[in-house]
T-cell receptor, first 114, second 115 residues
Framework: EAQVTQNPRYLITVTGKKLTVTCSQN?????MSWYRQDPGLGLRQIYY???????DKGDVPEGYKVSRKEKRNFPLILESPSPNQTSLYFC?????????????FGQGTRLTVV | AQSVTQLDSQVPVFEEAPVELRCNYS??????LFWYVQYPNQGLQLLLK??????LVKGINGFEAEFNKSQTSFHLRKPSVHISDTAEYFC?????????????FGAGTRLAVHP
């Protein structure tokens, strides 16, 4: 089954404790991205990747890092989480970064930073 | 840069009634438009998309949307809703201003269908 898998689904952590949210897709997609969803703001792009070893900042990159060492994986790293990073996070992938291609989303990771 | 406005944050409606969820985007020479649905505790899935051609687009689960270039709108409609349509709906536009195509999302509309 074609899917984007994120782990964990739920995470509670303390301020400053490094964490990684994993994302994996099995569709051989080139383009992957991370979004955060906040009430009243919709989804905002954090980082994206055009292909292996090619990543760039989205609209709200501060406090986040990503890597793309393999085509299928695109982890999101919070080196020193803060309470304002409490949010619902989604990983997405699409065949290529063309505007006419469908984006497939993971189930989401609800992160709480206390 | 593109922006998307969803005019209603919440829309309550009774089962079997028609519904319209409104979406406006800022103007652009070339634009692709999408509606995504998010069911409780799930990720987003594509309902329908407008790329070119006919301005009336049909999607899954009986939804349709009409692209109106002069009014820069892409409203989502369904003639008769079910309880199972209760979800959050996101309008999105593909923005090419950054040198690549990326999705710009609206704030979302929460559709609540009541029996």
């Amino acid at each position: 089954e074609a899917q984007v898998t994120q782990n964990p689904r739920y995470l509670i952590t303390v301020t400053g404790k490094k964490l990684t949210v994993t994302c994996s897709q099995n569709m051989n997609h080139e383009y992957m991205s991370w979004y955060r969803q906040d009430p009243g703001l919709g989804l905002r792009q954090i980082y994206y990747s055009m292909n292996v070893e090619v990543t760039d900042k989205g609209d709200v990159p501060e406090g986040y890092k990503v890597s793309r060492k393999e085509k299928r994986n695109f982890p999101l790293i919070l080196e020193s989480p803060s309470p304002n990073q409490t949010s619902l996070y989604f990983c997405a992938s699409s065949l290529y970064p063309g505007g006419n291609t469908e984006a497939f989303f993971g189930q989401g990771t609800r992160l709480t930073v206390v | 840069a593109q922006s998307v406005t969803q005019l209603d944050s919440q829309v309550p409606v009774f089962e079997e009634a028609p519904v319209e969820l409104r979406c406006n985007y800022s103007s652009s020479v070339s634009v692709y438009l999408f509606w995504y649905v998010q069911y409780p505790n799930q990720g987003l899935q594509l309902l329908l998309k407008y790329l070119s051609g006919s301005t009336l687009v049909k999607g899954i689960n009986g939804f349709e949307a009409e692209f109106n270039k002069s009014q820069t709108s892409f409203h989502l409609r369904k003639p008769s809703v079910h309880i199972s349509d209760t979800a959050e709906y996101f309008c999105a536009v593909s923005d090419r201003s950054g040198g690549y195509n990326k999705l710009i999302f609206g704030a979302g509309t929460r559709l609540a269908v009541h029996p």
